[in-house]
């Protein structure tokens, strides 16, 4: 049982936007920067989002965050089937002193 | 260019001990936290913990308190995790990853190929 809550899977047709969630609490989320990593079959994971919105150089705008109180959201638009991946969300937990994770979402883009 | 290279696959049996190795080149070592995160087939991420290059200190998941070990030797840039007294749960692929972020953050930037192993008798 994670610590952060995600969906399990999401699915939306190529040029769709979707959004995928990750609920936590006021010791995490509610008073952290949240990160999100997207990780393709077989590879490691990619940093996609840091510090809740903002993005590292080289990730297209298509993939934005947003926090509001003790949830987080990745939004991608301009769906592509290579993003086809799983995204998991994370962030510092004040009160287990510890990174938690999401237990990742299945984007199909179908 | 920022590197995170880990050791190979290994398999080893219940109850024995190993240790996975994470060397980091292009950037300085002792600037960025290390942390260690581990992926159970099919499964998803989850943390074990971390390492200040600098100074060593070391902050543990509570899962793993007393069975892992995380070492670095700054003279070589190469950051260890060491897990011992194995049980077959504990396959899984092991990454390292280089954190940009603060203290309280966790903003894995680079991570390394990751390395396999397997527990099983």
């Known amino acids: 049982q994670s610590v952060l809550t995600q969906p399990p899977s999401v699915s939306a047709a190529p040029g769709q936007k979707v959004t995928i969630s990750c609920s936590g609490s006021s010791s995490n989320i509610g008073k952290n920067y949240v990160s999100w990593y997207q990780q393709l079959p077989g590879t490691a994971p990619k940093l996609l989002i840091y510090d809740t919105d903002k993005r590292p150089s080289g990730i297209p705008d298509r993939f934005s965050g947003s926090k509001s109180g003790t949830s987080a959201t990745l939004g991608i638009t301009g769906l592509q089937t290579g993003d086809e991946a799983d995204y998991y969300c994370?962030?510092?937990?004040?009160?287990?002193?510890?990174?938690?994770f999401g237990g990742g979402t299945k984007l199909a883009v179908l | 260019q920022v590197q995170l290279v880990q050791s190979g696959a290994e398999v080893k049996r219940p109850g024995a001990s190993v240790m996975v190795s994470c060397k980091a080149s292009?950037?300085?070592?002792?600037?960025?936290?290390i942390h260690w995160v581990r992926q159970a087939p099919g499964q998803g991420l989850e943390w074990m913990g971390r390492i200040n290059p600098n100074n060593g200190d070391t902050i543990h998941a509570r899962h793993f308190q007393g069975r892992v070990t995380m070492t670095r030797d700054t003279s070589i840039s190469t950051a260890y995790m060491e897990l011992t007294r194995l049980r077959s749960d504990d396959t899984a692929i092991y990454y390292c990853?280089?954190?940009?972020?603060?203290?309280?953050?966790?903003?894995?930037?680079?991570w390394g190929q990751g390395t396999l192993f397997t527990v099983s008798s």
């Open positions: 990853a280089r954190d940009t972020g603060g203290i309280y953050d966790s903003t894995l930037d680079y």
């Open positions: 994370d962030t510092w937990d004040s009160s287990l002193s510890a990174v938690v």
């Open positions: 292009g950037y300085s070592f002792t600037g960025y936290f």
